[in-house]
Each structure stands twice: as structure tokens, then as C-alpha cells.
Nanobody, 127 residues
Framework: VQLQASGGGLVQPGGSLRLSCAAS????????IGWFRQAPGKEREGVAC????????FYADSVAGRFTISTDNVRNTAYLQMNDLKPEDTGVYYC?????????????????????WGQGTQVTVSS
């Protein structure tokens, strides 16, 4: 199981970024997918997730209406579209999956438990 996150960078407030999470070794369509972030000096927090059953999505209150999680089953890649970015969105963003079953310990809303993590991609929102 491998997750490769990419797409981070430096963006001005109000700008947009799209993060990608390329999966290999398993099928995204059969798995819950989550995006988490960790700001300097803070604990990791859940940002968004998508359940494999029913495709239900959940978002943190701080990003609802600005971020959108999606998956491309042909490319086996998950995305996090981030619009209207704010300085408080700065941090390292990680994607995660609940595959293989029984491996994870981290829940976000009704998604998980997540146990396989990508390497993280840095997002910096600054003027």
C-alpha cells in the first residue's frame, strides 16, 4: 500500500490549490480516504474524508464550503480541491486510507480507521 501526496506550494490568501494523492497496491474505490493537516506547533487534525460506502463526505467546520474531496477511480487518485485559502490553512497535508482493514487506529468523523499514510505535502498561504 502506497500513497503519494503532491500539489502543495505557496499561495496567496484567496488563492486555490489542488492536492493529489496517488494510490497504489489497493483500490481507492473500496477504501475510506481522508485528508489531514498539521500546522507548526499544533496537533494533526482531520480536514476532510470520504467513505467508501455511499461516498458520504465529511469536512471540518473551518474548511466546509471551501474544500472539496473527490476521487478518480480510473487514475486511482484522490484529490483535495482547496479554494479561498486562508493563512490558517498553512500546514503539511497528509492523505490516508483505511486499507488494509484492521491496520489503522485513527478515525475522522465516520471515516476510518486510517492506518496507511502518505508522506505529506506542504501548503503555505501567505502574502
Amino acid at each position: 500500500v502506497q500513497l503519494q501526496a503532491s500539489g502543495g506550494g505557496l499561495v496567496q490568501p484567496g488563492g486555490s490549490l489542488r492536492l493529489s494523492c496517488a494510490a497504489s497496491g489497493f483500490t481507492l474505490d473500496d477504501s475510506d480516504i481522508g485528508w489531514f493537516r498539521q500546522a507548526p506547533g499544533k496537533e494533526r487534525e482531520g480536514v476532510a474524508c470520504s467513505m467508501s460506502i455511499g461516498g458520504t463526505t465529511f469536512y471540518a467546520d473551518s474548511v466546509a464550503g471551501r474544500f472539496t474531496i473527490s476521487t478518480d477511480n480510473v487514475r486511482n487518485t484522490a484529490y483535495l480541491q482547496m479554494n479561498d485559502l486562508k493563512p490558517e490553512d498553512t500546514g503539511v497535508y497528509y492523505c490516508a486510507t483505511d486499507f488494509p482493514p484492521g491496520h489503522g487506529t485513527t478515525w475522522y468523523e465516520n471515516c476510518g480507521p486510517f492506518g496507511s499514510w502518505g508522506q505529506g505535502t506542504q501548503v503555505t498561504v501567505s502574502s
